[in-house]
């Protein structure tokens, strides 16, 4: 039974750039959050998403933006990178009915120079 | 806005000792509360998760308790081995399920051989 997965895991982007990360969340599940952790901090939530809609949002500006396809699968994609969007990205899956734990992925490394 | 406050920040303890984590959070209307473990540019594993009606879980030698009151929980490990050595973070999820976690900044722990 496969896991969260995300892609790519690491991935150099220039500022001013635009960037698209990937998450195919563990079997079953329907529901994809996705976090932003910088380096040496807690994980930040960015957004959740559940039949194909962003149902909550962080505090987060409109340069990060997503979707989730009817598969369930989500992507992540970020605008006009800033030298602060350097993180690794986090996606975790979960039942909308509450099924508990989240299960996370290994995250997407995001170094923008 | 919901602070989670985790405390110590690092902590080096010798192989075999039994030690206490602590996590405290600013608002007690929490769902539930979740431990998780990050080894070193991976995701997160969840260890023990609290729901609010319930005051400790246990799994091996990991036990969890939680004081919504007080806007406390603490992990405890017991007889510490080289390979408990990883961030151990707390978070809180508000409201009803589904709703996003708010993360503390994490423990990072070492255990010597």
């Known amino acids: 039974d496969a896991g969260v997965t995300q892609s790519p895991t690491h991935l150099i982007k220039t500022r001013g750039q635009q960037v698209t990360l990937r998450c195919s969340p563990k079997?079953?599940?329907?529901?994809v959050s996705w976090y932003q952790q910088a380096l040496g901090q807690g994980p930040q939530f960015i957004f959740q998403?559940?039949?194909?809609?962003?149902?909550q949002r962080g505090n987060f500006p409109d340069r990060f933006s997503g979707h989730q396809f009817p598969n369930y699968s989500s992507e992540l994609n970020v605008n006009a990178l800033l030298l602060g969007d350097s993180a690794l990205y986090l996606c975790?899956?979960?039942?909308?009915?509450?099924?508990?734990?989240?299960?996370f992925g290994n995250g997407t490394r995001l170094t923008v120079t | 806005k919901q602070e989670v406050t985790q405390i110590p920040a690092a902590l080096s303890v010798p192989e075999g000792e039994n030690l206490v984590l602590n996590c405290s959070f600013t608002?007690?209307?929490?769902?539930?509360l979740q431990w998780f473990r990050q080894d070193p540019g991976k995701g997160l594993t969840s260890l023990l998760l609290?729901?609010?009606?319930?005051r400790e879980q246990t799994s091996g030698r990991l036990n969890a308790s939680l004081d919504k009151s007080s806007g406390r929980s603490t992990l405890y490990i017991a007889a510490s081995q080289p390979g408990d050595s990883a961030t151990y973070l707390c978070?809180?999820?508000?409201?009803?399920?589904?709703?996003?976690?708010?993360f503390g900044k994490g423990t990072t722990l070492s255990v010597s051989s």
């Open positions: 975790a899956s979960s039942f909308m009915t509450g099924a508990i734990p989240l299960h």
């Open positions: 609290i729901q609010s009606s319930q």
């Open positions: 998403y559940y039949e194909e809609e962003e149902r």
């Open positions: 608002d007690s209307a929490i769902y539930n």
């Open positions: 978070a809180v999820e508000e409201g009803q399920a589904g709703t996003a976690l708010s």
């Open positions: 079997s079953g599940h329907d529901t």
